[in-house]
């Protein structure tokens, strides 16, 4: 590591930071009494400088060219906020345990996305422990935590963070999270971390005072776009991918989940991307044990998640908003906004079989043909969801899709997304069918920041003609309100519920068809009228048939062309899932008639 407040053994602390246009760098310890120390510079703008007799908690600033005293923009711990100083801490202290773990791949992942705040009462890393068992008895294998790096106030997304190595002092501070992590890998429960590269928040941002971090080249919805490809962006780079490596190693996470990455706006002949891949495929080779980086981006294009020898960026994998949009309009109707796009069971149908929907159409919304084809993509480079924090969250109410269909549906949609060929990614409390809405929060100081955040909340429902007003992001209500009712889950058709998720889950695992991520032994058939899907999957000699009825009514669909023997597995209309009974038979035959029951999912095994 380059940059940051490395602390040794004995009370030797080094400090390195990147300034290149400072002309003085002046370490200042915030100790009885004070203490400073100049630092020197090298030819590439990192000034350094090693101070003995100093131990950890202490406070420490930056002084800019005898002008400005800032904190760290490398900082590990920020005790007092985004505003204040510095902490010097001891990574070196925790206790690891998990010298065992070897991570899982990307075909074992259930990734189970959550928001700390919001997922306990108590809002920590420390609350979350008691609750890993009941996620390992889902059958979750992997958590997603949204952003912990520092951000302004108490309360808010984590996208406004401005301090990227810092641990937020709220949610527990940097031991808490060490501690987390440490009983994840106990349970063989892997740990993605949210990251965000395309922006940084406004509030606390001191990165100006230090460098061109920043460019007017680019612009982005959240603020100033990020230098990666102008003149000095090799810091910047730098920064940023020692920031990666720095989660892997320091804090022991297994993958990274970077926030939209079309906001990295990089016209390099060596993209930031993909030198982030590079660097991140050496560090898991030197490490002996794999480290993953899953993309979110709204680009369709497959370049992101191809193999770095076929001239792709080499990342694992990529969130496909296209089958959301393609399952939400199915189930809901909704046409506004993004899905507008969307609505025919031919678009799910075409993203179960290839990924993207729009792969260089005409997209109606975006006013442009979209994308490019993602045929090619195996199965497993792609995480997709019914629901996720984006499409809960940006919604004006933060409505789920428990407040939105009815509980069939909800059934329909999980095993949509279990029983497809990708890596399926739930939200917090859908398994269980959270009704509490996830609202946008914030908590800053700045009441005219206060004030454009709301404008720009508005301006953007306003692309969904939603005209209500909104929930304030900034009163605490809003954030209280979107904290989990987890009673919820051993109550009537909640419990029901969670349990049919537990089932998918373990068919899914047990299943070879069904746990076999290969879109080559796939076939896929629907039908628009009747709103019926039927999916047939397979490894070697055996074979599992989905048969999904979105209709809101019973549905005859004929007989199977089939001379397959089928065995019933799993019927979501069965009473025991509070359903109003199946109507199909135990065993399938040629030419037996098929009836679905309405937003229904049945699972049938080849039976030898």
Known sequence: MKIGAKYSEKGICEFTVWSPFAKDVTLKLLSSPERLFPMKRDESGYWNTEVDNVHPGTLYLYDLDGEKQRPDPASFCQPQGVHKASAIIDHNAFQWEDDRWKGITLYEMIIYELHIGTFTEGGTFGDIVPLLDELKEIGITAIELMPVAQFPGKRNWGYDGVYPFAVQNSYGGPDELKHLVNECHAREIAVVLDVVYNHLGPEGNYFWDYGPYFTDSYKTPWGQAINFDGPYSGGVRDFFIENALYWFEVYHIDALRLDAVHGIFDMSARPFLLELAEEVKDFSEKSGRKHHLIAESDLNDSVIVNAIERGGYGLDASWCDDFHHSLHALITGESRGYYRDFGGLVHLEKSIREGFVYSGQFSEFRKKTHGNSSLEIPAERFVVCSQNHDQVGNRMKGERLSSLVSFDALKLAAASVILSPFVPLLFMGE??????????????????????????????????????????????????????????????????????????????????????????????????????????????????????????????????????????????????????????????????????????????????
């Open 431 to 608: 398994e269980y069918g959270e009704t509490a809405p996830f609202l946008f929060f914030i908590d800053h100081s700045d009441p005219g920041l206060i004030k454009g955040v709301r404008e720009g909340r508005l301006a953007e429902f306003r692309k969904f003609n939603w005209e209500e007003e909104p929930p304030d992001p900034d009163d605490i209500k809003t954030f209280m309100e979107s904290r989990l009712n987890r009673e919820l889950r051993n109550l009537g058709n909640h419990k029901v519920l969670r349990e049919f998720y537990m089932e998918l889950i373990r068919l899914r695992n047990e299943l070879p068809p069904l746990s076999n991520l290969d879109k080559n032994c796939l076939d896929c058939h629907s039908d628009e009228n009747d709103k019926t899907l039927f999916i047939r999957r397979w490894k070697e000699n055996d074979q599992a048939l989905i048969m999904i009825n979105y209709n809101k009514s019973d549905v005859n669909a004929g007989a199977l062309n089939s001379e397959i023997k089928w065995k019933k597995v799993l019927d979501s209309s069965d009473k025991r899932w509070n359903g109003p009974g199946s109507q199909l038979p135990e065993q399938i035959l040629l030419n037996d008639e098929i009836t679905l029951r309405a937003e229904s999912c049945a699972l049938y095994v080849k039976d030898d």
